[in-house]
């Protein structure tokens, strides 16, 4: 009788620790103090989620992220994405995954290819390693990528993204066969702006770009506030947490500003499943 009573008493708990687990994830921004990933960062510490930061070796975060020793204490981790040995620390017990790392236009293609594409292939492999090393189901995680619109163009300008986009491209293949749960934002062009001031808009195939979007919808930008809210929804809401979403983000003036409630996001979230996937989530 002893026995049985023990072995209830231990199930009970190990039922509890694995459901605080579960309610309890870390999160982990790459890029975190850049203009898209710096916003993701405070996103998720505002929801009060156990968040990370990785930061380049030698840079100074701590006027962007707030952090006083701006080491692990702080949860601010220092790493190369180029580097896979480099991100093991930071990866070690992490859920979810927000990958805001990215090269600015004119950088040279070899550094596009390393950061853009092998560096996201550094940044997955080394979630997943760590989590099968640790006996935890891979269905445990979820990715959030920044890609960009603009793909469907096999020679876009360099002003449209050039080879980037080939490289960005590239990461989405390799993140929608690597067996994590992903999620992957397409946004239009990206502007510094307070969020929640424009309608956004979801769709795929960069059926938000060209001169007949402009003529509805307007310029086609989006600010990467906006970018950062939907990215951080889908990545914490219980709903889309990650579910194989990839969809296009742009925004228009000629609309209601799309505000930041959770019900509002779940619905946007729905509009950018394909209209199969729409019926059965109905």
Known sequence: FNMMRLAVVIGFAVAFLARGEEESPIYLVTGATGRSGSIIYSLLKSKNCTTRALVRPGNDPSSILGCSACDESDGVYYGDVTNKSSLVPAMDG????????????????DMSKDVEWK???????????QAVSNGRPLTALGVALI?????????????????ILFWKLQAEAFLSSSAVPFVIVNPCGLQDGPGAQTQLLVGHDDDLLG???????????VDREDVARVLVHALTSPRWRPEGLRFDLCSTKHGDAT??????????CEQALWPWAQAQAA
């Open 259 to 268: 505000q930041n409630d959770d019900a509002v996001l779940d619905a946007l």
């Open 119 to 129: 560096g996201v292939e550094n940044q997955v492999s080394a979630l997943g390693s």
């Open 147 to 163: 890609g960009s619109m603009g793909s469907t163009d096999p020679n876009p300008s360099p002003f449209g993204g050039g080879s």
């Open 94 to 109: 992490v859920s979810f995954l927000a990958i805001a790392v990215g090269v600015s236009g004119g950088t040279i293609d």
């Open 211 to 221: 001169p007949k979007a402009l003529l509805t919808n307007g310029p086609t930008v």
